[in-house]
């Protein structure tokens, strides 16, 4: 006998609420709109009351994102083992690396149906530990054999997940992206561009994300373009091995390299006020959620031609595309973007927004969502829903 809606509880596993909060919450209010019960199990941060405050159920667990010790590893599955039995979910949708491995073995312990969303690969297979490496893979291939689906943002990570046989091409599913809300980032008025140029850069502070490539490039576009400005948005990762130092920013501030604007939780003004958002990224993103952001808002953007990064730019249409770790051919595209009349980065921009709401609104990603887990659980036929415009 199926459930009602109503007695129906679908868990949401990540290693941030952050995450949870600022990619999925269009998903969690779908299910809302059904009278499903949510609950989002993830460490606790800034973002663990705002769910709270929506009306969500929220459960802690600790979760060392970057440790590597295999009794913590194996005590996050009794934690969540825990949880589960007292929550007892429906379903769970897995995201990020330990969630997907871990919580898989947890939630196949419980008996209960599972999803891993790979949200990007990270540094999965940088590890310099040839015996770490080699235990992840083979830890998330039991994974993906225990879950029902794996789901990929990017074309790239899942042929790489199928050609290492991780998982069976027949298991694996292409999101395209956790969806934009384009109701919610849609430019307030038609922006302007001035003889000062202002670049920003707005993400994690970790060095992967190109944070190096893009101060060395100011440096010498600044020597070329004394009026160009160039901005740092992101909070600083502290407990990432590669996140950048707050000596170093200060050292940039110093020097006038840059301006560091500290971290936001709503990045909307910033991207209004941006001419042009720079995100040289060579970190394996699944789809760069800060450049869906800038494209919606009608913001040009520059990135790298790399996985998760060139599905958002059309090269010379909405966007510039440079080579991964190169700061001449990032100083490159900074120079092609300067050099542009007004007129042409202005349709840039809507280009951009343009190519987001025919590809990446993230009304498609809730359809995808609803396909899936209308075959695992008895959803309600519900004709329309809409994407609510304010988070």
């Not at 973002?47 to 929220?58: D, H, N, P, Q, T």
């Not at 600790?62 to 913590?72: A, E, K, L, S, V």
């Not at 010498?220 to 091995?241: S, V």
């Not at 970190?283 to 790298?304: D, F, H, K």
Request: charged share 25%; hydrophobic share 40%.
């Amino acid at each position: 006998m199926s459930k009602e809606p109503s007695n129906i509880t679908i868990a949401l596993v990540s290693n941030t609420s952050w995450s949870v909060y600022n990619f999925r919450l269009g998903f969690i209010q779908y299910l809302q709109s059904l009278g499903v019960n949510v609950v989002v199990i993830a460490p606790r941060d800034n973002f663990s009351a705002k769910l709270v405050s929506l009306g969500i159920e929220y459960r802690e667990v600790r979760i060392r994102n970057y440790g590597t010790n295999p009794f913590d590893d194996l005590n996050l599955v009794y934690r969540l083992n825990k949880i589960y039995r007292s929550v007892k979910p429906d379903f769970v949708f897995h995201y990020t690396i330990k969630p997907n491995i871990f919580g898989s073995f947890a939630a196949f312990s419980c008996k209960i149906p599972s999803i891993i969303i790979t949200t990007g690969l990270g540094h999965l297979f940088d590890f310099k530990n040839i015996f770490i490496r080699l235990t992840s893979i083979t830890l998330y291939r039991i994974a993906a054999f225990l879950s029902k689906e794996v789901w990929f943002l990017n074309d790239n990570d899942r042929d790489v997940f199928i050609y290492k046989r991780i998982v069976s091409k027949k298991k694996t599913r292409l999101l395209r992206s956790e969806g934009i809300n384009t109701a919610w980032f849609t430019p307030r008025k038609e922006k302007r561009f001035s003889a000062s140029p202002r670049f920003l850069f707005a993400g994690r502070l970790i060095w992967d994300k190109g944070v190096n490539e893009y101060v060395e490039a100011a440096r010498i576009i600044k020597a070329k373009f004394p009026k160009a400005k160039f901005e740092l948005l992101g909070f600083i990762d502290e407990g990432n091995p590669n996140s950048v130092p707050y000596e170093t920013i200060r050292k940039w501030q110093k020097e006038k390299v840059i301006n560091y604007l500290g971290e936001t939780t709503d990045i909307r003004s910033f991207l209004e006020r941006a001419n042009c958002l720079v995100f040289p990224s060579f970190y394996r993103e699944g789809v760069s959620r800060v450049l869906m952001e800038a494209a919606s808002m009608e913001t040009p953007i520059i990135t790298t031609d790399n996985v998760g990064c060139r599905d958002i730019v059309d090269d010379g249409k909405n966007g510039f595309l440079c080579e991964p770790k190169n700061v001449e051919s990032l100083v490159d595209a900074i120079e092609s973007f300067i050099l542009l009349d007004d007129q042409d980065k202005l349709v840039m921009g809507k280009l951009g927004r343009k190519k987001m709401i025919k590809e990446f609104d993230e009304q498609k990603v809730i359809d995808a969502y609803k396909a899936s887990l209308s075959k695992y659980v008895q959803l309600p036929q519900v004709s329309t829903y809409k994407v609510e415009s304010q988070l």
